[in-house]
C-alpha cells in the first residue's frame, strides 16, 4: 500500500516537472524571437567621420571604429 502511494506521488510530481518545463520551453521561444530585432543605428568613425552600420562597427578604446585601418591610427 505504501509503495503505491509512493509510485502515485512520484509520478504526480513527473507530470508537474513536465508541464513546468513545457511552458518555460514555450516561453523562451516566443522571447527569443523579440531579442533577434535588428538595431539600424549607423555610428560615426572617431577617425575618419564616415557613418557605419552598428553590427560592423570596431570598438576600441571607449571608441567607435569604421575600420581596422581607422582603429590602428
Do not use: W
Not at 36 to 46: E, L, Q
Not at 51 to 64: A, D, E, F, N, P
Amino acid at each position: 500500500m505504501v509503495l503505491l502511494k509512493t509510485i502515485l506521488f512520484l509520478i504526480t510530481l513527473i507530470i508537474i516537472k513536465l508541464v513546468i518545463s513545457g511552458g518555460l520551453f514555450v516561453r523562451s521561444l516566443f522571447t527569443k524571437t523579440s531579442k533577434k530585432k535588428i538595431d539600424d543605428s549607423m555610428i560615426k568613425c572617431a577617425a575618419c567621420d564616415t557613418y557605419t552600420h552598428q553590427s560592423l562597427v570596431i570598438k576600441k578604446s571607449g571608441r567607435s571604429y569604421c575600420s581596422e585601418k581607422c582603429s590602428n591610427t
